[in-house]
């Protein structure tokens, strides 16, 4: 598997590229607008990960103001080119695009009530332009992960992994020779496994298109993550391979109890 850290290192000259044409719209059609707060790259262009494939790629920009009301994308960047598309999308160069967040600044501030794909989101985005330092001062006071934060999500994907992978609830569905609904509870309780890495890291959660992917960039994980996890993700239909599947999430789970216990949360 090619690594994350592998892709930042092939896609720097591309990525630069990219930069330099939302650097530019932003400075010639977004800073001028001095009702606009400011402005915050996020996706894979400030991830550093971005590739314009076949497919063509979206830049995401996000646009912050006090009240919605104060721009009009339209006067501002030109006709939504995607309308079916929740954000409003303009072509900047080729087979490159702009999608258009507006956001107001109340939003931002309490962004740790959505969920944490949407907060995450925003914790990897970049701050492109800051006309009070108001947006600085956001991430420094609600994108921050307490100690606390850490323990208490923490143990909430440990609890939920125990649950699903019990042997009460593994009897019960073996029974019934139900395995669709036994790898059910097992891909939950993988994602649970996931998360918690970020958890433990002081992260928050991706959304799960990338869920497995990031979690081998995370610096506490047990050894040996990429074999545990091609384990734990195999579907099973009998019972021998169910039981496979189910040890390994087992080891995944010990391996979460132990850490919990090294850090004194249980």
């Not at 125990?162 to 309780?189: H, P, T």
Request: hydrophobic share 40%; with cysteine.
């Amino acid at each position: 598997m090619k690594s994350f850290l592998d892709l930042l290192r092939e896609q720097k000259t591309e990525v630069s590229y990219l930069r330099s044409l939302i650097d530019t719209v932003v400075e010639r059609k977004v800073l001028p607008h001095k009702r606009i707060m400011g402005a915050l790259l996020t996706g894979s262009v400030s991830r550093g990960d971005a590739r314009v494939g076949p497919f063509g790629l979206f830049i995401d920009l996000v646009i912050v103001v006090r009240d919605r009301r104060d721009i009009d994308l339209t006067v501002l960047l030109g006709p939504d080119e995607k309308p079916a598309l929740p954000f409003h999308c303009i072509t900047i160069d080729g087979n490159i695009g702009l999608a258009v967040e507006v956001v107001e600044y109340l939003e931002l501030l309490e962004i740790r009530t959505k969920d944490e794909a949407t907060i995450y989101a925003k914790y990897e985005s970049t701050i492109l332009f800051d006309r009070e330092g108001l947006l600085k001062r956001w991430r420094e006071r609600v994108l921050v992960v307490s100690e606390e934060d850490i323990r208490k999500r923490s143990l909430t994907r440990l609890l939920r992994v125990g649950y699903l992978i019990g042997e009460y609830r593994m009897e019960k569905w073996e029974r019934r020779e139900a395995w669709a609904q036994l790898n059910q509870n097992m891909n939950e309780a993988c994602e649970c496994f996931c998360e918690f890495l970020y958890c433990i890291n002081g992260s928050f959660v991706p959304r799960k298109d990338w869920l497995v992917y990031l979690a081998f960039e995370q610096t506490n994980k047990p050894p040996a993550l990429e074999s545990l996890l091609d384990q734990m993700y195999t579907s099973a239909s009998d019972r021998e391979l169910v039981r496979r599947r189910h040890a390994a999430l087992v080891n995944a789970y010990e391996w979460m109890t132990n850490y919990s216990r090294m850090k004194g949360w249980s």
